[in-house]
């Protein structure tokens, strides 16, 4: 083959190359989640503080969670941290509360999904085993504000969700 038909072919695949950008970029990214190649940088590292106040009490978060595989209940997210961590892309280290949220590639996480790995409930009607009875509700503030997203709730570095069971007597420490 000539090469004018080569540069002809490879000017073909570049221009669609470019026209499905959106697919190299699925290809890219398939390249980065590679597990094989586990040295590559977190692209996220934020650090979110969760409190869970049942009745007025303090409910300590456990540690471990997305590490300790007794508290690793879903491996839907592992794919977007490196495989040598061996945690989950949202996890804890302590019982202080404080969720990682680690990623290797740019994307939102929710605390729904830190709900799915611990294996516990969330969602407007209940926190773990307390649901919505006639004199108790679950509600949810971030940064101080009272907020309706529930497990829908994207991460932010730096703030702190509170998730409050109880009457409305209780609930005014928000
Ligand atoms: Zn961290």
């Known amino acids: ?3 004018f038909w080569v540069y002809l072919t490879l000017g073909v695949i570049v221009s669609l ?10 290809a890219l990214e398939a390249i980065k989640l590679n597990p094989q190649d586990g040295d590559k ?12 106040i049942i009745n007025d009490e303090s409910l300590t978060i456990p540690k471990e969670i997305g590490i300790d595989p007794k508290l690793y209940k879903t491996h839907e997210l592992d794919k977007y941290v490196p495989k040598k961590l061996g945690v989950y892309p949202l996890h804890t280290h302590d019982s202080s509360g404080v969720i990682h949220v680690e990623s290797a ?5 929710t605390l729904g999904q830190f709900f ?13 085993n307390k649901c919505n009875d006639q004199l108790n509700k679950v509600r949810m503030y971030v940064d101080g504000s009272e ?6 709730h994207v991460f932010k570095d730096h703030e702190i969700i509170t ?11 928000a």
């Open 1 to 3: 083959m000539g090469s």
């Open 17 to 26: 190359m470019a026209l499905g950008g959106v697919a190299v970029n699925n």
């Open 41 to 52: 940088p977190l692209l996220i590292h934020m650090h979110v503080t969760l409190k869970i």
């Open 105 to 109: 590639v740019i994307r939102t996480f």
């Open 116 to 128: 799915d790995v611990w294996g516990e409930t969330f969602n407007e009607n209940c926190i773990m």
């Open 147 to 152: 907020s309706f997203e529930f497990g829908d």
């Open 163 to 173: 998730i409050e069971y109880g009457s409305p007597r209780d609930q005014q420490q």
